[in-house]
């Protein structure tokens, strides 16, 4: 070791090293500064070991919420478990987006539905103006003016619709 080989002592009850007098030329009288925080890696797959561990865990917590006991895995059963922790992603990403599909469609059909009910009110509108309109233009006329003679009786005929009184 290092400590033998330069005949560098410990001194445990001082929390100190003893050194010999010809080692050291300058006294050590600097403070290192140590950082604190480690520095992150700038490897992309860093992420990626980070979310397949996160999963791992989830997995294990979940089998020990469901009372099954702590057990070490092959590196097979690691991929396994990845494999079907990559299917499970899948296969959530797959509902998110036939969910968004089906909440999609249920708006177009909101969208006609509403489409179709203002068609049909805007029908209405132009048909009750219509009726109202023919009634002003054709006032109730009685019998005499359609039939040009005073009836006691009404007649059996009716005259057709394309017969307007004079």
């Given amino acids: 070791m290092w400590l033998g080989e330069n005949k ?3 001194n445990c009850s001082n929390n100190q090293l003893i050194f010999p007098e010809g080692l050291l030329k300058a006294p050590l009288d600097k403070d290192i500064e140590v950082s604190k925080r480690p520095k992150l890696l700038q490897d992309p797959s860093f992420q990626e070991d980070v979310r397949r561990r996160e999963r791992l865990m989830a997995i294990e917590d979940k089998r020990r919420a469901d009372g099954a006991l702590s057990q070490v895995r092959t590196p097979r059963e690691e991929q396994e478990a990845e494999a079907e922790a990559r299917e499970l992603d899948v296969a959530i990403m797959e509902l998110q987006a036939k969910t968004e599909d089906a909440r999609k469609k249920n708006e177009e059909e909101k969208k006609k539905k509403e ?5 049909a009110k805007a ?7 219509l009726e109202k309109q023919r009634k002003q233009e ?4 009685t019998k005499e003016e359609i039939y ?6 009404t007649p059996k005929e009716v005259p057709d619709a394309s017969w307007k009184p004079k």
């Fill in 8 to 10: 560098v002592l410990p």
């Fill in 115 to 119: 489409e179709a009910a203002a068609n």
């Fill in 123 to 129: 029908v209405k509108e132009i048909i009750d103006k």
């Fill in 138 to 141: 054709l006032p109730p006329a």
């Fill in 148 to 153: 040009g003679r005073k009836c006691t009786e």
